[in-house]
């Protein structure tokens, strides 16, 4: 079954200032898209409007050929996950409990025997099922991130909206949040990732959407968007890019 996400046509603004403008793209399931460009390109504003938080002043966005202006909010969280770029952490919530709350648009009451099973699962899907009793501010970044994928995951999405997910994690983690993220991908999901680097975006996506001042400067394949041209007329900066590289063994002690 093909999903997909459709904006159209997309216009935001912040008082007088134009924040996304015309902005149109479309991905479907088992693709990643990630958004770049410059702080204040727009990338976080069209994430809040695929998410349904943001409502745009003139334009459309379609998940499943249906509008979300048409789609209730509680319809929207059970579609489409998100993972932030920060979380506030408060008390001693443990990560069973904090992936829990992905559940919300499906609890009534009480969580139910199906939602601790999804908890259960969306922690082993990201390798974090032995931290299910942890205190979230045990963790490290790394662990954290994986944590915030699973309360995404949680609620079943055909979407996953992610901002900046390996912002501020260190190599190690910053490849662990890669082959999740491409994992995630061979299930079907439709993954939009707002991201800063584009070395990584280059490497796990199957589209990319390049922003400049809330409109669209380029949109197509890694290869054909992100080249040194667009580049140096986006970020100011003349990039050295290499596609092909000899892999080196690392010496023996």
Known sequence: ????VEVKGVKVYYKSIKALDGVTLSVKNGEILSIVGPNGAGKSTLLKVINGVLRPKI????VDQKSLSDISPREIAKRIGLVPQKIQLTGMLTVYDFVMTGR?????FTPSKRDEEKVYEALETVGAINLADR?????SGGELQRVIIARALAVEPEVLLLDEP????????QVEIQKIVKSLRSKGLIIIMAIHDLTYAYRISDKILMLNNGRVFAAG?????LTPKNILAVYGVKPLIITEYKIVAPAET
Request: avoid cysteine.
């Open 221 to 225: 394949k890694p290869e054909e968007v």
């Open 59 to 62: 334009g459309t966005v379609y």
């Open 104 to 108: 919300r648009p499906y609890i009534d």
């Open 1 to 4: 079954m093909v999903i997909e």
């Open 166 to 173: 390996t912002n501020s994690l260190d190599l190690k983690y």
């Open 135 to 139: 205190s979230l501010e045990e963790l």
